[in-house]
């Protein structure tokens, strides 16, 4: 192919328009820099829907040592202690600079930050924007800096479909226009695709969303780690629509608390009760649900009336279903919410892979362990933009022509993956539906169809899942209820995974384990 963009060339190459992405295109300005959307900018970006806020410590009665202790609490033993400090402590002033950009963050009558409670956080510490609508209004406030930074090109209806690659190092994009195919010449590529929830039949991630970002990267040769924990959140809306709007965390914080549909708080006598970590709460509906009840989240005495005002998109999706969460419970489920693993990446953002980093949901900082502290995924992204950015732009953009470019893959559509992966990796876990799982998607992810991305991506995770003979966070077999007392990420290549897969498909006892 001859489609390069010329002028373009050289300029570093950052493949999505959602928060993490934007931010770090924002702080490599001045430098030049080409910002890939395959939608408008905040389409089908998780960050848009973000309803909890920003996790940091910047309240009178708080410290950074206290946010560090509750996230390590959280992770169940994978936190890298070290990174989840560097970037905990760089919070409060990730929460500055996007007041700076002009983010309108809740206030109290003296200017404060009004700050809102959630699970697992031992403080009041969260910071929202205009009540349940904070990363609607975080990505207002940085889609309207990129549009106007003369150093972003932003090519939005540009989709990457591989990354090109030789000898370990990034040479450029190929990507797509509509029709028309593009390379983009760089050595220098930042994947901020956010995460994997469309993979799955329920989710409150945009259906766009589906681990892009992860084939680019596997396919790359990157090293990926922790991809068996994902995170359900224990509270989407149980209604038809997809995805599952999102009943967010805040308002547990504000007492709200779970019941049946005989009005039995079967959470009371949890440690933690409703406020217990995430994966504790949506194993406890899970089951709950499973044993022939409804779940509901009764918010009518707290916040009760004051619903409707701290609330107003929550509110009004309620109202549009007949519902009003001042006077009636509010039917709920989990639902896949966020992805633990990713792109495994040292302290600036730097993959296996030379001049490929990864920020946002699509990295592994090792921040969030086995299972993430509620909020404290939109933080990670604007804290480690920076110094993505940094090192992006202390890189030497020695250029050359990209060599032999093979054939441009097709559109990935996730439709065949999605039954497969909400069966094998749902809330509970066991041995016979994964290995199930790792057959049928196998020869999917060998493939060269449409499905062949998603599929690498689902037989990736299942994979990590099957390897890991305990429950931890995130992932919970029925049938290794155990945690083992020593935490080890997981670790591994495609072409690893891939062996795995055939290894395991050969074996007597897997034959027998999906028979």
């Given at each position: ?58 309240g ?100 990457a ?40 039949l ?31 959140h ?22 709200a ?44 005495a707290?916040?009760?009336k ?15 279903a ?69 090192s ?27 039954p ?74 495609m ?14 006892s ?6």
């Open positions: 192919m001859s489609n390069n963009i010329s002028d373009l060339t050289g300029c570093p190459v950052i493949i999505g328009g959602g928060a993490a992405g934007l931010m770090t295109a924002l702080q490599l300005a001045p430098e030049p820099v080409v910002l890939l959307s395959k939608s408008p900018l905040g389409a089908e970006a998780s960050s848009m829907w973000a309803q909890g806020g920003l996790a940091a410590a910047v009178d009665d708080d410290d950074p040592a206290l946010h560090l202790q509750d996230t390590i609490a959280a992770g169940a033993g994978l936190c890298d202690g070290t990174a989840a400090r560097r970037i905990i402590a760089a919070a409060p002033a990730a929460v500055a600079h996007l007041a700076e950009l002009g983010v309108a963050f809740d206030r109290d009558a003296d200017g404060r930050w009004r700050l809102g409670l959630e699970a697992a956080h031992s403080r009041n510490r969260i910071v929202h924007a205009t009540g349940d609508g904070t990363g609607r209004e975080i990505m207002r406030a940085l889609i309207a800096a990129v549009r106007r930074c003369p150093s972003v090109t932003l090519l939005e209806g540009v989709e479909r591989r990354l090109i690659v030789e000898d370990n190092a990034v040479q450029g994009v190929l990507a797509v226009r509509g029709d028309e195919p593009l390379i983009l010449a760089t050595t220098r590529v930042v994947i901020a695709t956010g995460g994997i929830g469309g993979l799955f329920d989710s409150t991630n945009p259906s766009g969303c589906f681990g892009q970002g992860l084939a680019l990267a596997a396919r790359a040769g990157a090293v990926l780690s922790d991809l068996e924990f994902v995170q359900f224990p509270t989407a809306f149980d209604g038809p629509s997809r995805p599952l709007p999102l009943l967010t965390e805040a308002i547990r914080g504000d007492g608390v779970l019941i049946d549909e005989q009005g039995t708080r079967f959470m009371a006598d949890e440690p933690g009760a409703e406020l217990a970590p995430r994966d504790v709460v949506a194993r406890a509906v899970w089951r709950h649900r499973a044993q022939g009840h409804r779940v509901f989240l009764d918010a009518r707290n916040p009760g004051a619903f409707a005002a701290r609330y107003p998109v929550i509110s009004a999706f309620c109202r549009m007949g519902i009003d969460p001042a006077i009636d419970p509010i039917p709920v489920r989990p639902a896949v919410h966020y992805h633990m693993g990713g792109i495994a990446v040292d302290g600036m953002g730097r993959s296996t892979v030379d001049g490929l980093w990864a920020c946002g949901e699509a990295s592994r900082t090792g921040l969030h362990g086995a299972n993430r502290l509620a909020s404290n995924s939109l933080m990670e992204a604007i804290v480690c933009a920076q110094w993505v950015a940094e992006v732009a202390g890189t030497s953009r020695g250029v050359r022509r990209p060599g032999e470019i093979g054939a441009m893959p097709p559109a990935s559509e996730p439709s065949a993956v999605r497969i992966l909400s069966q094998a990796l749902g809330v509970l876990r066991e041995r016979g539906t994964m290995a199930a799982a790792i057959q049928s998607l196998l020869p999917l992810a060998e493939g060269a169809g449409a499905s062949a991305d998603p599929a690498l991506v689902g037989l990736m995770m299942a994979v990590a899942a099957h390897a890991r003979e305990e429950s931890r966070g995130g992932h919970f077999r029925s049938d290794r209820p155990e945690t083992l007392a020593v935490a080890q990420p997981s670790r591994f290549t072409s690893e995974a891939i062996a795995a897969a055939h290894g395991l498909t050969e074996t007597e897997f034959r027998s384990a999906v028979s």
